[in-house]
């Protein structure tokens, strides 16, 4: 039984070499091959200095590269931190500082932001990037190739609690906070999940959904513990593609979120796709409608529907049986295997079935903590039944009906849910800020349609400043990763004020 | 017709484009590839197109061949105003 994370992997090369690990980019690679490029990379890693412990950044889209670069910096020892394609170059710099990350994995294409984020950095030893680069600096080396580095990866003595992963997510400070997950945490949640889930060994499962988002990556880290295939794709961009590549391949398994599921409902064509191999969906980041529910069971009567809720300090949290959807369609199910899930009041006290309070959760799925943000995480991690041991408190407050069942009401924070991604709005309006004239901003979430929430700010300018919507809306897009940046601008003369003089969101809409 | 990259070309800069990716950009390059449209603003360039061109953009022309470049936008729209 693997104890790290990298061992999936061990397992899938010893016992099915020949067996299609991925298919990216219309390139199929067996286990065999997968395993042989991961060696490469993480000896490649280790010449360089990269040691037990150590951060290793993956600035990537969906790739080969980066499947590679996950398995082969927990091989060298180090963990590994996936960071979103569409993050630009003042976050990157942030994010790389912050970790004191030694190696950078990244691609030519996004030159413009790592080599802008390089220059705000001194952690980073070596920078290693697939395609060519045109920056002139003494870190930057190529992706190896296989049998690039034939050297031996020397076993970094890891247990499984080693850190395995530091995964950056949105705060509301502002300041992205990176969630450390243990080898132990990752092993576990991927073994809770798969066995819910019924994930088997022949499943073809396809991810659209970013890898340096934890519900994208877990498509992977499970994919390879069962040993199964997964079809990587790079985003749902354009779905008639993603349709094409499901039948092309018949996938099995198909996760997404409410935006995704949406995009794929309104394609008149659907009905003519093929695709009677589909026996699973999975949705998650944020509730489908009932009606979305009713709609994807109509046009895939064949597959079942798991409805789930997760945050990303502890990977999953709950799952609906599919079963139980006929039943309680709106709920998001219980604790998954080997977790403990209750309600508490304000205090602390675990509240009975029936109650309204905040989810917390007890399980070695549990994150270790944010990055070296002590109170941050003591906010988060408290101390649970037995001494020594801390649970999680969500920030999510749900119900519980009578015989237990989950139902989510709101989130603690002000944390905006937009396309399945967290947004803070203190992130956005430190962006809005940082444009010259703006005197007040402030940022909300508003109902839509297919992002389930759009980002809208209302900003007040200094006089003698004028802008358009679109104006400030780019000035956004060159800051923030494109979720982020505000779907509407409305432009105030004033914002209102609480009696302290802070900025009240509430009204506005 | 490199009247339709031209008026392209100023919307994508007017709307998504900044920092050094914005200038170089050539006409066969994907926006994909260098990041400079993601999903959401696929179908925002999708409704300019409509507009702009009096053109319906149906499912199945939603494709990178279709839209994922300056060149192909400019193949496309040619030919569905052709077909109009």
């Known amino acids: 039984m693997a104890l790290l994370l990298h061992q999936f992997l061990d397992a899938a090369v010893a016992s099915k070499p020949a067996h299609v690990a991925l298919i990216s980019d219309k390139r199929h690679y067996t286990y065999a091959q997968l395993g042989e490029m991961v060696v490469t990379l993480a000896a490649e890693l280790q010449q360089r200095g990269v040691r037990r412990g150590d951060r290793v950044a993956l600035f990537l889209d969906n790739s080969v590269e980066l499947v590679v670069g996950v398995f082969a910096a927990l091989a060298a020892g180090a963990v590994f931190m996936p960071i979103n394609p569409l993050t630009k170059a003042d976050k990157l710099a942030y994010m790389l500082n912050d970790s004191r990350a030694t190696a950078l994995v990244t691609q030519a294409t996004l030159e413009p932001i790592y080599a802008d984020a390089l220059g705000h950095n001194k952690t980073v030893r070596s920078c290693l990037v697939v395609g060519t680069s045109t920056l002139c600096d003494a870190r930057i080396a190529s992706y190896p190739v296989i049998g690039a580095n034939n050297a031996a990866v020397a076993d970094p003595g890891l247990i499984d609690q080693d850190l395995a992963s530091i995964i950056y997510t949105s705060g509301s400070t502002g300041d992205p906070k990176g969630v450390m997950l243990t080898h132990l945490n990752m092993v576990s949640a991927a073994r809770s999940v798969s066995t819910y889930l019924g994930l088997r060994g022949d499943d073809v499962v396809i991810c659209v959904l970013p890898l340096a988002f934890d519900y994208g990556l877990y498509q992977l880290l499970m994919s390879v513990k069962l040993g199964a295939t997964l079809v990587l794709e790079r985003s749902f961009t354009f779905p008639i593609k993603v349709l094409e590549r499901m039948v092309e391949h018949r996938v099995t398994v198909f996760p997404g979120v409410p935006t995704v599921f949406s995009m794929l409902m309104n394609i008149g064509s659907l009905a003519s796709y093929e695709l009677s191999s589909l026996r699973m969906m999975t949705n998650t980041a944020a509730a489908l409608s009932e009606e979305h529910i009713r709609q994807l069971r109509g046009l895939f009567p064949q597959a079942t529907l798991f409805s789930m809720y997760g945050l990303t300090e502890c990977k999953r949290v709950t799952y609906l049986p599919p079963e139980q959807l006929d039943i309680r369609p709106t709920s998001v199910g219980r604790g998954m295997p080997n977790e403990e899930v209750w309600l508490v009041d304000d205090t602390g006290k675990r509240l009975p079935n029936g109650s309204t309070g905040e989810l917390v959760i007890r399980g070695s799925n549990v994150m270790r903590g944010y990055w070296e943000k002590p109170e941050e995480t003591a906010k988060r991690l408290k101390p649970g039944p037995i001494p020594g041991e801390m649970i999680l408190h969500s920030g999510d407050v749900f119900r519980t009906d009578d015989e237990g069942w989950l139902y989510f009401v709101a989130r603690k924070d002000d944390i905006i849910k937009s396309r399945g991604e967290k947004v803070s709005p203190r992130e956005v309006e430190n962006a809005l800020y940082a444009l010259e004239g703006v005197y007040e901003a402030a940022v909300i979430g508003v109902p839509d349609e297919l992002l389930g929430q759009a980002v809208k700010a209302f900003v007040a300018l200094k006089p003698g400043y004028g802008y358009s919507e679109r104006d400030v809306i780019k000035h956004c897009i060159g800051r923030l990763e494109n979720f982020m940046a505000p779907k509407y601008v409305e432009f105030v003369d004033a914002l209102p004020k609480t009696d302290t003089g802070k900025i009240k969101k509430t009204g506005l809409a | ?84």
């Open chain 2, 1 to 84: 017709m490199s009247d339709i990259k031209n008026q392209v070309r100023a919307y994508i800069a007017d709307n998504f484009v900044m920092g050094s990716n914005a200038a170089k950009f050539a006409d066969s390059d994907s926006f994909l590839d260098l990041h400079i449209i993601d999903s959401t603003g696929f179908l925002e360039l999708i409704t300019f197109l409509e507009e702009k061109f009096g053109i319906q953009v149906e499912d199945e022309e939603m494709i990178p061949e279709n839209l994922d470049s300056l060149d192909n936008i400019e193949a496309y729209v040619s030919k569905k105003l052709v077909k109009v």
